[in-house]
């Protein structure tokens, strides 16, 4: 299950398609992309996952973070994952995409 900010998607395959959309999205409004990202144990099967996207558009390097706590059951797979936004992390990406235009 992954609690998404369009919604709750559930299963491996809504996930993944997700994702792919918003890399896809991604792909379409910037020149370049960097992807990085820092693990962070938080508790046993519980772990906070920040990612650290670098865009460029219109020459200019913006980095942008976000992060998704999630829960690893059982079996050693993902059972929950819970997407978090940094405060002014958005914001500060729609300023950075407005002052490109």
Do not use: N
Not at 73 to 90: F, K, N, T, Y
């Amino acid at each position: 299950m992954y609690h998404a900010p369009e919604g709750t998607l559930v299963g491996p395959d809504r996930i993944l398609s997700s994702y792919r959309a918003q890399g896809a999205a991604a792909r379409h409004r910037f020149e370049k992309i960097e992807y990085a990202s820092a693990l962070e144990a938080i508790g046993p099967g519980d772990a906070i996952v920040t990612f650290i996207d670098r865009l460029m558009l219109a020459g200019a390097w913006h980095e942008f973070q976000c992060r998704q706590r999630i829960r690893i059951g059982s079996a050693d797979l993902v059972d929950e994952i819970w997407h978090e936004e940094i405060p002014g992390e958005r914001e500060r990406l729609q300023e950075f995409e407005a002052g490109s235009e």
